[in-house]
């Protein structure tokens, strides 16, 4: 089997969610389910320690890391959870830690309307930042939703601060990937980015190394850390950018990558494909058209609200 047709391992644990897509080339999907549901009550856990060591970093350093990040995000609903996605990850607060009923530790990780459930679980299947493949439970209750991130003993302040620390490093990248790009045309822009990401990244066959935490750690990642990584710098360059996951047609694995406006029209961008791992870049999954991943993958369902046209 090519590496190329098994690639991709997308995993999003425990959430229900429901997409209705308009895709390129005429290619619909209806509003699918594509994970079975699992509500739980999350409680705020009791027993959570305050803060109690000073690691050299602030709430304030925090904010003004992630705002930096995600200064091309436009959607209020999206730039929010985003927000929080991250800043409940690098800082420690005994108020975002819960338990469920079994007293199983949750870090939560996302509170909000639970009219922006859809857009949550969008975000949640395009990946974590932190915790790959990690089984997030979402609880709705008095018209708001609560997203908990399930977790083997209670979150740190270490861990927080680790967490941190791969953010810095991110931002580091993506401020490196701006200078570098600067002045650029839209295509020239793409080009270079895929070229870095295959060039910075080597693809985890394992899938237990999957998110961006990975991509400035050990730089071994699968196709949501590479999707990941690669929308944030697509953005960031002021390029277009919407995720989108598809089954592989041999082995049933869901798979992510993105698509991009470019010239007009929308194209694939399928990174983690790409790098193909032996050296030579496969360039039929960039710039390519949605036929292209039909070869191999089905089912095609976007991972924002929005139609391309």
């Avoid at 395009?126 to 977790?151: C, Q």
């Amino acid at each position: 089997m090519s590496i190329k047709k098994w690639k991709g391992a997308l995993f999003a644990l425990g959430m229900g969610i429901g997409i209705a897509t308009s895709l390129p080339n005429s290619v619909c999907a209806a509003e699918t389910k594509l994970l079975q549901t699992v509500e739980t009550s999350l409680q705020p856990d009791s027993a959570a320690l305050p803060r109690r060591t000073e690691y050299g970093y602030t709430a304030e350093d925090v904010d003004r890391a992630i705002e930096r990040l995600l200064s091309y995000e436009t959607d209020p609903v999206r730039w929010d959870i985003q927000r929080q996605l991250y800043r409940n990850s690098v800082w420690y607060s005994p108020e975002s830690q819960y338990v469920d009923g079994n007293g199983k530790s949750y870090l939560l990780v996302y509170e909000g309307a639970a009219t922006n459930r859809k857009q949550l679980s969008y975000e949640l299947l395009s990946g974590l930042a932190f915790f790959p493949n990690a089984r997030v439970i979402l609880n709705t209750r008095d018209k708001r939703i609560l997203a908990g991130v399930e977790l083997n003993r209670p979150f740190t302040e270490g861990e927080a601060y680790r967490n941190y620390q791969s953010l810095v490093r991110l931002l580091g990248l993506v401020d490196e990937v701006k200078a570098e790009t600067a002045g650029k045309s839209a295509r020239d822009k793409a080009q270079w980015i895929c070229d870095y990401v295959a060039g910075r990244l080597n693809y985890d066959f394992t899938t237990q190394q999957n998110s961006l935490q990975d991509v400035v750690g050990s730089r071994k990642t699968a196709c949501v850390g590479y999707n990941g990584f690669t929308e944030l710098l697509f953005r960031s360059a002021g390029l277009s950018y919407v995720s989108m996951i598809a089954t592989n047609k041999e082995n049933g694995i869901m798979h992510i990558f993105g698509t991009s406006k470019l010239d007009g029209r929308w194209l694939i961008f399928d990174t983690s494909n790409y790098d193909n791992e032996n050296g030579v870049y496969d360039k039929s999954y960039i710039f390519s058209e949605l036929e292209h991943e039909q070869l191999n993958y089905r089912d095609f369902n976007l991972l924002q609200s929005e139609r391309l046209n």
